[in-house]
């Protein structure tokens, strides 16, 4: 049920003097600046460079640490997942979600679809929750690399700490 004119509901009054407060929906919103914005970093006197502000990590509304390719999984319980690209030995003709196992936390989730991301894409232009230097020297990593690709899911489950129901009820 709409508000306004023509509705039958009556419309708020305007404050006299005040400008209607009516703009179209393309037509930018133009507040005029009393003092131009402060400057990054809080309290830095006038004259003295900016610092560089520390890099923002990605954050959900509850402002906590949102993760890539894993979801909580009943309590104290977390769930990594991949997808695997269309056309790949792992992903099939159409593609299909990875799933990675169930880990105690949400950073050991993390850190194993770092590990599958740069396994399945490389380690050029892939998404990752850590930085890609820190699998460099990665055991995990080199050894998923030494191996064949059908053993990738079993020996990255049983690697990365993936709990022990998973690794029996997926890996037989």
Do not use: M
Request: net charge positive.
């Amino acid at each position: 049920r709409g508000l306004g004119p023509g509705s039958g509901e009556a419309s708020p009054p305007e404050a006299e003097g005040a400008p209607a407060l009516q703009r179209s929906i393309t037509e930018p919103l133009r507040l005029p600046l009393s003092q131009p914005p402060p400057a990054l970093g809080g309290g830095a006197a006038p004259g003295a460079e900016a610092s560089e502000p520390p890099p923002v990590l990605s954050r959900s509304l509850s402002g906590k640490r949102k993760w890539i390719g894993i979801s909580q999984y009943r309590f104290n319980r977390w769930e990594g997942h991949i997808w695997a690209r269309s056309n790949t030995q792992e992903g099939g003709p159409k593609g299909r979600q990875l799933h990675l196992g169930y880990y105690p936390s949400a950073e050991e989730a993390a850190r194993a679809y770092d590990r599958a991301a740069i396994f399945l894409r490389g380690s050029k232009k892939v998404q990752t929750n850590f930085p890609v230097g820190d699998y460099a020297n990665d055991p995990i990593v080199r050894k998923l690399q030494e191996n064949p690709r059908e053993k990738f899911l079993a020996i990255l489950r049983q690697e990365s700490g993936a709990s022990r129901d998973t690794i029996e009820r997926l890996n037989r």
